[in-house]
């Protein structure tokens, strides 16, 4: 949780000088040169596949999604962006129940629709002060949602090595056209700041891929709730940043029905520190 809160500082910090799309750029591109021993390990007979189709429709959905992070990261405050990233898992229990027929309890669905509830304070439709932005939010944590559950699909006969292979070679090449035309050349700190949010994110999603693709998907979908405390930390002593109270109020309710619903899961919800 606190890497990927650094991440999210680095990105914030950025956001001034750099395009979405190069950071997007340097976000797969550093991260699949800290994969390569993982790649070698599992060898080039092992990267092939035969299920290209479901790779690409997860990659597509898994870039849009990064994509949309990045730009609510940089232009919202840090701890309403990571807010409503703590929805992704309320879309992936509907999600999995049509993708994957998993089966959800009266009391898991009652939390998940009171966690609804929670984004809707958080994006306050109709307010005065409704905020665009957070339409990309929620179409973010919705599309990522979407592609983690293809996770599952594709951990059936995919090792999580070369899902993650396609992710990274996917990602730079679908990045690296949109990059060069937005570039902007990185100075001193900038470059290890750019090289950070490839290393960190990629630790950090490998170590959740390997649990997501053992477990069942609405009990590993993560909350990851001290990750919201280091943002708004961080937001508030690094940006000046001083969250809402209906950023408080809606984070709450969706970390709370968050914690309901993993609770009430079934006897085969599991957990892995893979």
């Not at 940089?74 to 962006?81: C, D, F, R, S, V």
């Not at 009430?264 to 957990?271: A, F, I, L, Q, V």
């Amino acid at each position: 949780a606190f890497l990927f809160a650094v991440v999210d500082v680095f990105v914030k910090s950025l956001g001034g000088r750099f395009d979405p799309l190069q950071i997007s750029f340097f976000r797969y591109s550093c991260g699949l040169i800290f994969l390569i021993p993982v790649f070698i390990r599992l060898g080039a007979s092992n990267l092939g596949t035969e299920r290209l189709p479901l790779h690409l429709l997860r990659m597509f959905l898994a870039f849009a999604a990064q994509l949309g992070i990045f730009i609510t990261v940089i232009y919202m405050p840090l701890a309403e962006a990571t807010a409503f990233m703590f929805s992704k898992p309320l879309f992936t229990t509907v999600v999995a129940v049509f993708l994957l027929h998993e089966v959800v309890t009266r009391q898991r669905w009652a939390a998940t629709i009171v966690g609804f509830i929670g984004v809707l304070v958080l994006v306050r439709p109709g307010a005065e002060a409704f905020d665009p932005l957070a339409l990309v939010a929620v179409g973010s944590a919705l599309t990522f949602a979407i592609a983690n559950v293809l996770i599952r699909k594709l951990s059936s006969t995919e090792p999580t090595g070369r899902i993650l292979f396609y992710y990274h070679i996917g990602g730079v090449i679908l990045f690296l056209g949109p990059a060069a035309y937005v570039w902007t050349m990185p100075v001193g700190i900038e470059w290890l700041k750019l090289i950070g949010i490839g290393g960190l994110t990629t630790l950090g999603i490998f170590g959740f891929m390997r649990a997501f693709a053992v477990g069942e998907a609405n009990a590993v979908g993560p909350a990851e709730n001290v990750r919201l405390i280091y943002a708004a930390l961080f937001g508030y002593f690094l940006f000046a940043e001083i969250p809402s109270v209906w950023t408080g109020i809606g984070a709450l309710i969706i970390v709370g029905a968050d914690t309901v619903r993993k609770h009430k899961g079934s006897r085969h919800d599991r957990n892995s520190n893979l």
